[in-house]
């Protein structure tokens, strides 16, 4: 006896991708407890391209948690960004082991980033489903967050390279914890959610042209 497709998606369901990013959080909490980077005998910014394909490979060929991710709806790539008010730590740690002007513009971009996420998360959220003008925005949402959290990292390896000082605090408790779980997550959510935007915007492609060759033939 064969189950349909849709019998199939029904039964999908997203809780191993949350297992998967809560066994993560686990995984870099441990690590960020410990003084390898505090000491600089590691650099914590070097596990950033390391989750983020480790996490891709792991989508990719894990099924179920491929499925996981398929079954997650598109708010539920989108909201959790709102941890990026994480950024307003920048702040409080400006000055005190790190530079003031990379924490300004790398808090303030997490915040607006988060913000916004909000009302995108509720555009994503609609039953009616997402309009053409809703598609946009969230795409422009998507945007901004990705090239935000990827400008944020490779500018502070520009300024560690002038100052090896300037960004001693991103190497202890707390905010280590960002390049360890943080920034490879919110990647890794940008990245999923634009391969969904795509698919999307190819499956509605290739619904219109099939409609059209229906519609040239009756």
């Given at each position: 006896m064969h189950m349909s497709r849709r019998t199939v998606k029904s039964k999908m369901t997203p809780a191993p991708f949350f297992l998967?990013?809560?066994?993560?959080?686990?995984?870099?909490?441990?690590?960020?407890?410990?003084?390898?980077?505090?000491?600089?005998?590691?650099?914590?910014g070097l596990f950033i391209p390391v989750w983020i394909a480790l996490a891709l490979v792991m989508v990719r060929w894990q099924p179920a948690l491929r499925a996981a991710v398929e079954a997650t709806p598109t708010w539920g790539l989108i909201l959790p960004h709102v941890a990026r008010l994480f950024g307003a730590l920048f702040f409080l740690e400006a000055g005190r082991g790190?530079?003031?002007?990379?924490?300004?513009?790398?808090?303030?971009?997490?915040?607006a980033t988060a913000v916004s996420c909000l009302p995108i998360a509720a555009i994503a959220?609609?039953?009616?489903?997402?309009s053409r003008r809703g598609t946009?925005?969230?795409?422009?949402?998507?945007?901004?967050?990705l090239i935000d959290i990827v400008a944020?990292?490779?500018?502070?390896?520009?300024?560690?390279?002038?100052?090896?000082?300037?960004?001693?605090?991103?190497?202890?408790?707390?905010?280590?914890?960002?390049?360890?779980?943080?920034?490879?997550?919110?990647?890794?959510?940008?990245?999923?959610?634009?391969?969904?935007?795509?698919?999307?915007?190819?499956?509605?492609?290739?619904?219109?042209?099939?409609?059209?060759?229906n519609y040239a033939v009756e």
């Open positions: 998967f990013l809560a066994a993560w959080l686990c995984v870099a909490t441990a690590l960020a407890s410990t003084s390898w980077f505090a000491h600089g005998a590691l650099t914590a790190l530079n003031a002007s990379w924490a300004f513009w790398a808090g303030w971009g997490d915040i959220a609609r039953s009616a489903g997402i946009r925005a969230i795409w422009a949402w998507n945007v901004f967050g944020a990292p490779l500018s502070a390896v520009a300024i560690i390279h002038l100052a090896p000082d300037s960004l001693v605090a991103i190497r202890t408790v707390p905010l280590v914890i960002v390049p360890l779980f943080f920034v490879p997550l919110m990647v890794f959510l940008h990245v999923l959610l634009t391969q969904r935007l795509l698919r999307e915007k190819a499956q509605a492609s290739s619904t219109k042209s099939v409609r059209t060759m």
